[in-house]
């Protein structure tokens, strides 16, 4: 099949079940919605994170002005803390482009860690409407890309609905009792991960941010973060990416055994490096910066990054995190129209 029929749907569900593509997909499991695509609909960034109509036409704008290969939902990091009990500020009250943020903590000392999961959590919060959001995206690009959609790891949860100090500090000291929580926040999780499924998303993204080899060592990894993935992807069964910010060469074999269908790892590392450690049958995204290069960038520093990617064997072409609002479109468009044209 060629690129002329090949379409970027076509391409990453493909490249997801291990088949033949003509390139790498360039697509994303985060948040990718851009000023450009807002001001397309006179949406203002504060209101899209409530309001499902308005989340839909902006998720799905990247690949209307673009042609960027994917619409992920949520744009914001705080659904699932927010289902758990969490108040949230989404900063309404303002014109500036600032995401979600954690108001209240669920635990505010070791002496609060055990809660209790609710039973309705799939109905909590933001969940439905995210729902809701899914179902749009397919009914309008479903035919054309991959719908995304993502959720926190379980270490990273944790680390919003508690303080991160004190949840790293006992990670240290008393891993079976951070252990505890881990896996309660893995149930949550894997709730409404199977939400989204069910809701029609192609792949799910799980962004364990907080778990980065610059905080934890490999071997509190393995025997802290490691179970808790691996209860998650073992339990939702769909297309998978695990995504971690930060240096994570030391932990790339980890990352596989987790059991996500891919690894996800951000411009700090070595990809070819990477790939030595888990072998060419891994698929392995990244890994270029989505603002000191896609937004502070000159297209040429954009074309050259993109082809470096690409170059040094990444299977699709991912940003180390979110891509910032602010993007300017003739970046957009060169990082598209250099990644289409490559051939290996």
């Known amino acids: 099949m060629t690129e002329n029929t090949m379409t970027s749907r ?13 390139r790498p997909p360039c697509f994303s499991g985060m948040g990718n919605v851009t000023a450009e695509g807002l001001k397309k609909f006179d949406y203002k960034f504060a209101a899209v994170h409530s309001d499902a109509k308005m989340m839909a036409d902006s998720a799905a704008s990247s690949y209307k002005l673009y042609g960027f290969e994917c619409a992920v939902v949520p744009f914001d990091l705080c659904v699932e803390a927010e289902a758990l009990g969490c108040e949230i500020n989404v900063y309404s009250h303002l014109e500036d ?14 002496d609060e860690m ?11 919060g933001r969940v439905p409407m995210m729902k809701e959001v899914i ?23 944790a680390g919003q609905i508690m303080e991160l100090n004190t949840l790293l500090k006992l990670s240290f000291k008393k891993q079976e009792k951070v252990g505890k929580l ?32 610059d905080v934890l060592s490999p071997r509190v990894f393995q025997n802290l973060i490691l179970p808790y993935l691996k209860k998650i992807f073992t339990e939702v069964k769909t297309n998978s990416v695990i995504h971690i ?32 450690k888990i072998g060419d049958e891994p698929l392995l995204f990244g890994n270029y910066d989505p603002y000191n290069i896609l937004v502070s960038g000159t297209q040429e520093q954009v074309r ?15 940003p180390g995190c979110d891509i910032w609002p602010t993007v300017p479109p003739e970046n957009f468009n060169a990082m598209m129209d250099e990644v289409k044209k490559y051939r290996r």
């Open 10 to 22: 076509e391409r990453v569900l493909k490249l997801f079940a291990g088949e033949k593509i003509d």
């Open 97 to 110: 482009i600032l995401y979600p943020t954690i108001k209240t903590k669920l635990i505010n000392s070791e």
């Open 114 to 124: 055990d809660i209790q999961l609710p039973s309705d959590i799939a109905s909590r």
């Open 135 to 157: 179902r749009l995206l397919k009914e309008d690009i479903g035919n054309d890309v991959a719908i995304g959609a993502h959720v926190l790891g379980p270490f990273t949860l």
């Open 182 to 213: 881990l896996d309660m926040m893995a149930d949550a999780l894997i709730t409404i991960a199977k939400e989204y499924v069910d809701a029609g998303a192609d792949y799910i993204t799980v962004r364990e941010m907080g778990a980065t080899s």
């Open 245 to 276: 910010c930060g240096k994570t060469n030391d932990i790339a074999g980890f990352m596989v055994e987790s059991g996500a269908t891919a690894i996800s790892v951000d411009q700090k590392n070595d990809v070819v490096e990477a790939r030595k």
């Open 304 to 318: 050259e990054t993109m082809k470096q990617c690409m170059d040094n064997g990444v299977d699709a072409v991912w």
